[in-house]
């Protein structure tokens, strides 16, 4: 009895934790400029760097179900095949279709996975979480979910085509009342579930996004006078303030050059349709001085083109973290944000966190472009931030909060299972 006793601890303690990790966002191709899928990209690495097994189901790019090994077999990738169909002819209603359809695959796959080999615990990110819901009582599993939004709130600061989805996403989004724990990114967006769920503050962590501080990282001054924005073609990014802000600039300082990376996406609503012909209005108006990238680029790219800048801007309506600020501050950048969500808690004092106006953010471009020792000193401040955000660091907190979760119930099974 004893021996049995001891070998069901030593089997316990020697079997790989096991986390599901379920995201609609994950980069194809290693390239995203989705803050969601960058993160469940890197946290998979570092969880499985701390000897997890890592499933990770996404949306997949083929007609098939396949399976991807990564890290010698840590991290498998599951895509999930996720058709739209035909007849849909309104592209948002067609988007939003799939992520139901994706939520559908969730449930078989993971179901069937967990059947082969138990999942310690199920970890969801984004707002897709009714597919989670049923898969935690389905098959008794724990179940950890991510806030890198409130999708609830994030759609009001969308397109007029988005908001009209507004009450499906937040019937989908209330499925997270029935997780074991909530994450949140930013202290901001903790406090900003805790307004809006009917759940205890100590269910709420903090646990950030990460910065990978080998690639981004200062690499030489730049020599041009380069200012840089990078994001989703959203409303909530802003997208539709930067032509304005841009032509201020360059219509007042002939030296500065002003560069976005802004990927188009399919089926744009009108209003981002005509937020793209502004921007190609600008490609005519200063050929020369306007650079605007509408691909996906790497993260060693990436990393480039922030350290070829001396001035990043960020001017979003909704941000609960604002990854990319991040990372150009770790690249020693002076940041302009606008002072909405996490912000000017990410910048502090290592930039400038104003109203969201276009007049307001031209201003303070050309005011930072004349002050060269303000930029330094907002870089050196910068560098030093972003030392606190390692992806090993989020990592083992993340397995700290997923092990708080589970490591009680399993223990207290096994030994009734024993006895």
């Known amino acids: 009895m004893f021996k049995d006793l001891v070998f069901g601890l030593k089997s316990l303690l020697n079997r790989p934790y096991k986390i599901g990790i379920l995201s609609y966002h994950y980069p194809q191709k290693g390239k995203s400029f989705n803050g969601v899928a960058i993160h469940v990209s890197y946290l998979a690495k570092e969880l499985a760097k701390l000897g997890c097994d890592v499933h990770i189901f996404t949306k997949g790019d083929s007609k098939h179900i396949h399976k991807e090994h990564y890290n010698q077999g840590r991290i498998v990738v599951h895509n999930l095949r996720v058709n739209s169909p035909s007849t849909l002819q309104n592209p948002v209603m067609n988007k939003r279709f799939i992520y139901a359809l994706f939520d559908n695959e969730v449930i078989s796959e993971v179901t069937k996975e967990h059947n082969h080999e138990k999942f310690d615990i199920i970890h969801t990110h984004g707002w897709l979480t009714s597919g989670a819901f049923i898969v935690k009582h389905?098959?008794?599993?724990?179940?950890?979910?991510?806030?890198?939004?409130?999708?609830?709130?994030?759609?009001?600061?969308?397109?007029?085509?988005?908001?009209?989805?507004?009450?499906?996403?937040?019937?989908?989004?209330?499925?997270?009342?029935?997780?074991?724990?909530?994450?949140?990114?930013?202290?901001?967006?903790?406090?900003?579930?805790?307004?809006?769920?009917?759940?205890?503050?100590?269910?709420?962590?903090?646990?950030?996004?990460?910065?990978?501080?080998?690639?981004?990282?200062?690499?030489?001054?730049?020599?041009?006078?380069?200012?840089?924005y990078v994001g989703r073609f959203s409303m909530e990014k802003g997208i539709d303030l930067v032509?304005?802000?841009?032509?201020?600039?360059?219509?007042?300082?002939?030296?500065?050059?002003?560069?976005?990376?802004?990927?188009?996406?399919?089926?744009?609503?009108?209003?981002?349709?005509?937020?793209k012909k502004e921007f190609e209005k600008l490609s005519e108006d200063f050929p020369e001085r306007f650079l605007w990238i509408k691909e996906l680029v790497g993260r060693e790219d990436l990393a480039k083109l922030y350290n070829e800048c001396c001035i990043f801007i960020q001017p979003s309506r909704y941000e609960a973290f604002g990854l990319t600020t991040m990372e150009a501050m770790a690249c020693g950048k002076a940041v302009i944000t606008s002072n909405k969500g996490a912000l000017p808690e990410v910048v502090e004092n290592a930039g400038k966190s104003i109203p969201l106006n276009s007049g307001l953010f031209a201003k303070e471009i050309l005011s930072l472009l004349d002050d060269y020792r303000l930029r330094e000193r907002y870089g050196r401040r910068g560098i030093e931030k972003a030392k606190q955000f390692s992806w090993k660091k989020v990592a083992e907190q993340m397995l700290e909060n997923h092990k708080n979760i589970t490591e009680k119930e399993e223990t207290q099974t096994t030994l009734k299972s024993l006895i």
């Open 138 to 228: 389905l098959n008794n599993v724990k179940w950890a979910h991510t806030f890198h939004a409130l999708e609830k709130n994030r759609l009001k600061f969308m397109s007029k085509e988005e908001r009209e989805y507004y009450n499906v996403a937040q019937w989908i989004e209330s499925n997270v009342n029935h997780a074991d724990s909530l994450i949140a990114v930013s202290n901001h967006l903790k406090e900003e579930v805790l307004k809006n769920y009917p759940v205890k503050r100590n269910k709420v962590v903090y646990i950030p996004n990460g910065v990978d501080l080998e690639v981004f990282n200062p690499k030489g001054n730049s020599q041009d006078k380069k200012i840089l």
């Open 243 to 275: 032509p304005k802000v841009i032509r201020k600039v360059l219509e007042t300082n002939k030296e500065v050059k002003f560069q976005i990376i802004a990927p188009l996406i399919e089926g744009m609503p009108p209003s981002a349709e005509k937020v």
